[in-house]
Structure formats: structure tokens, C-alpha cells
């Protein structure tokens, strides 16, 4: 029987969307107000769900306080606070759109979980605006 268990976490982050190898009028066009050359934030809200096998011994697909930490080390430590296009390092060459966030911090976390077990990111933005990913 597998089941899913889900970690909520939040972070606040500056960023700006835009690609350097266009023109300001072309980045303006194509992303608007989130091309502001002075950046932007957002309060994002995180959910890290694990999805395998209950252990027989402890009743836990994956402990919570490990998932926690985890979240804690691998994406608060690294996002929070931060200007994502400046100060960490996977969105140096990347457009920290919410799609690429969520692909990253996928990739942050899955070295760190049971290769048997499925990880799925959702990352709000907003709100409204929302991404979901699940390594696929």
C-alpha cells in the first residue's frame, strides 16, 4: 500500500524574469511587470510530498521531522531571503520562473530521499498561480 505524506513550508524571494539575450522591449513584452530590471518578491508557499511503502516497524513512509529539516537545509536555507537571479547559483544561467524553481528544488531534495519512494513539488506563487512537479 503506498501512501502520501506531505510537508507545507514557505519562503520569501526576489526575483526577475527576463533573458539577457533579448531586448528590454522584447523581455517587456513576453514578461511584463515580472521584468522589472529592480526585481520583485513573492512570498512563496512550498508542499513536498513523498509518496511509498508505510514501514512495517515505525507506521511512517518517511518521518516528518526528517522531510522538515530536509526542506529546512536544502531550500529555506538556500531561498529564503534571497535574490534568486543573484545569490543562488542554479538561476545564474536559468529564468527563476516558478517552473524552474520547482524543477530545482526537486533536485535538490531528491538525493536525499529513498530512491523508492516518488517526490512531488507544488509551488505557489501566488495564491492563484501555481506549479506542480514530479520529476516526469
Known amino acids: 500500500m503506498r501512501v502520501k505524506v506531505s510537508r507545507q ?41 513523498v509518496t511509498g511503502e508505510i514501514d512495517p516497524i515505525t507506521g511512517y513512509v518517511m518521518d516528518m521531522k526528517v522531510l522538515k529539516d530536509l526542506i529546512k537545509s536544502e531550500v529555506e536555507n538556500a531561498f529564503d531571503h534571497k535574490n534568486l537571479n543573484l545569490e543562488v547559483p542554479e ?13 530545482v528544488i526537486y533536485h535538490k531534495l531528491r538525493p536525499h530521499i529513498e530512491a523508492d519512494k516518488d517526490i512531488e513539488v507544488v509551488l505557489y506563487e501566488t495564491p492563484r498561480n501555481f506549479v506542480t512537479y514530479s520529476g516526469n
Open 9 to 49: 513550508a514557505h519562503f520569501n524571494a526576489a526575483h526577475r524574469l527576463y533573458r539577457a539575450d533579448w531586448s528590454f522591449e522584447k523581455n517587456q513584452e513576453i514578461f511584463g511587470l515580472c521584468n522589472n530590471p529592480n526585481y520583485h518578491g513573492h512570498n512563496y508557499e512550498l508542499i513536498v510530498s
Open 91 to 103: 538561476f545564474k544561467e536559468m529564468n527563476p520562473t516558478a517552473e524552474n524553481i520547482a524543477v
